[in-house]
């Protein structure tokens, strides 16, 4: 279940996508591909704030 989804980036590979949970403070990764395909992991966690979108710099960072 996701919270207030409110933004997503795919990594520059397209292996995982990360979803930025505006009310629960935090950017959850779902992978897409590789061994780790179907889990899903907090990425980042307690945010300073409300997260409001998420864009990938195109060179792996967020």
Known sequence: MLFF???IALSPDEDFVLVAETSQYQ??????????KG????????????????????EGNY
Do not use: Q, Y
């Open 27 to 36: 950017i959850t990764r779902f992978w897409l591909k590789g061994k780790r």
């Open 5 to 7: 989804a409110n933004g």
């Open 39 to 58: 889990e899903r992991e907090v990425f980042v966690e307690n945010l300073p704030g409300f997260p409001d979108g998420i864009m990938g710099s195109g």
